[in-house]
């Protein structure tokens, strides 16, 4: 589906969790008719209640507060955080609890992975922070690298619109019914709050299911002078590596920051399988080592950015529901790229072809054999083939 970006919006970066937390607070703090808030994790931390303890005082001050989450990565939360909120006249609702289970069939596996939250049909937050304390991370180092943005203006009209739509699937799917006297629902208004040009983009399984995918490859094939892109998480499919390998090659600068540090095994040693790959195309390839990379951004030709929740994955990609905003904006797309510019310059490593010729078969092979499961795991949920453009 075709992106029509909109303009007249303000977007503001917001870089880790130090910025996101106080601005998202606030706006929660400020609230005055309605709150919708979706996140894959919701944490029982400092940061966590105090997020939930901001929802829980515009519940009782007569806000309606609809919060998501989903049913495995935020598996403990119904029965901690959740059922507090829900005494304070908090919505909880829990997308696919049943995945618990681990059942290796596709339904089971789609996940709620976006980030989102909209305020009064007035202010959005969206990107790829979790509600999670950033200092949270296993060996206590730094936090995590991580980036959101804040919305205001007419692109606020899709935004809420889909932050309703799924809530309201999720009430289907439990059998749930609408409140007797609901609160008066905000619209969004149409009115210009800046001079930025942005666009909504979602995954889901109907109507969207390669939108985010079909929106980097056609920034990446437009790319003239510079390609960043920033991805915890990142096993593409063919066309996604083509495209990569094609700008390189036709004298695009093609930078990929990916995580340096061993957090999901599997993925870590099958992303290194592409290495060789991508390096003997022009691409170049920086591990983050200072902290725990969570950030899922890109900038093209500093005149197009995107922030958001979806990793360059077949789980994010093929999966989850996520949601991006896509700027076509000189400064921000300015402002991200020089922030991801400090990033690499101060925490990450080149990765050359001397170091893979240097890598012991050993780890060559555990590259590759992880690389084969994540290709069997996708052919058991079905969506291998053609679907994840191998």
């Known amino acids: 589906m075709k992106l029509t970006p909109v303009p007249g919006n303000r977007v503001d970066l917001l870089a880790s969790g130090s910025e996101y937390f106080p601005a998202l607070i606030a706006e929660l703090e400020a609230a005055t008719a309605e709150i919708y808030l979706e996140s894959y994790i919701f944490e029982d931390d400092v940061t966590g209640r105090a997020v939930a303890d901001a929802l829980g005082r515009a519940a009782q001050r007569g806000v309606a507060v609809h919060v998501v989450i989903d049913?495995?990565?935020?598996?403990?939360f119904a029965s901690g955080l959740g059922r507090g909120l829900a005494q304070q006249g908090v919505e909880v609702l829990v997308y696919r609890l049943e995945a618990a289970a681990l059942r290796l069939r596709r339904h089971r596996l789609r996940r709620l992975h976006r980030k989102?939250?909209?305020?009064?049909?007035?202010?959005?937050?969206?990107?790829?922070?979790?509600i999670i304390d950033d200092m949270d991370t296993p060996g206590q180092l730094p936090p995590r690298y991580d980036y959101a943005v804040r919305i205001e203006?007419?692109?606020?009209?899709?935004?809420?619109?889909?932050?309703?739509?799924?809530?309201?699937?999720?009430?289907?799917?439990?059998?749930?019914?609408?409140?007797?006297?609901?609160?008066?629902?905000?619209?969004?208004?149409?009115?210009?709050?800046?001079?930025?040009?942005?666009?909504?983009?979602?995954?889901?399984?109907?109507?969207?299911?390669?939108s985010i995918e079909d929106a980097y490859l056609a920034a990446m094939a437009s790319a003239r002078r510079e390609i960043i892109i920033a991805n915890a998480y990142f096993l593409p499919g063919r066309s996604f590596r083509h495209a990569l390998a094609e700008a390189a090659r036709s004298g695009v600068e093609v930078i990929v920051l990916l995580q340096g540090r061993v957090e999901y095994v599997l993925l870590h040693y099958a992303t290194q399988a592409l290495y060789g790959a991508l390096l003997k195309s022009g691409v170049r390839i920086f591990e983050y080592h200072r902290s725990f990379l969570h950030a899922k951004v890109a900038v093209v030709d500093d005149r197009w950015a995107t922030v958001g929740s979806s990793n360059i994955d077949p789980f994010s990609l093929l999966l989850a529901r996520e949601a991006n905003v896509v700027?076509?904006?000189?400064?921000?797309?300015?402002?991200?790229?020089?922030?991801?510019?400090?990033?690499?310059?101060?925490?990450?490593?080149?990765?050359?072809?001397?170091?893979?010729?240097?890598?012991?078969?050993?780890?060559?092979?555990?590259?590759?054999?992880?690389?084969?499961?994540?290709?069997?795991?996708?052919?058991?949920?079905r969506y291998g083939g053609s679907e994840y453009r191998e």
């Open 71 to 76: 049913g495995f990565g935020a598996r403990d």
């Open 116 to 130: 989102l939250v909209v305020i009064d049909a007035r202010v959005a937050f969206l990107g790829g922070i979790n």
């Open 153 to 210: 203006g007419p692109l606020l009209f899709d935004i809420h619109a889909a932050a309703r739509h799924l809530a309201n699937l999720v009430r289907w799917a439990r059998l749930r019914r609408r409140r007797r006297h609901p609160p008066a629902t905000p619209r969004p208004s149409l009115e210009p709050r800046g001079n930025v040009t942005a666009a909504f983009v979602i995954r889901d399984n109907v109507r969207h299911r390669r």
């Open 327 to 381: 700027v076509h904006d000189e400064a921000f797309a300015g402002r991200l790229r020089a922030s991801l510019q400090h990033a690499i310059d101060n925490g990450a490593t080149e990765v050359r072809s001397d170091d893979l010729r240097r890598r012991s078969m050993a780890a060559r092979a555990l590259s590759w054999l992880a690389y084969g499961m994540v290709r069997v795991l996708i052919g058991v949920t």
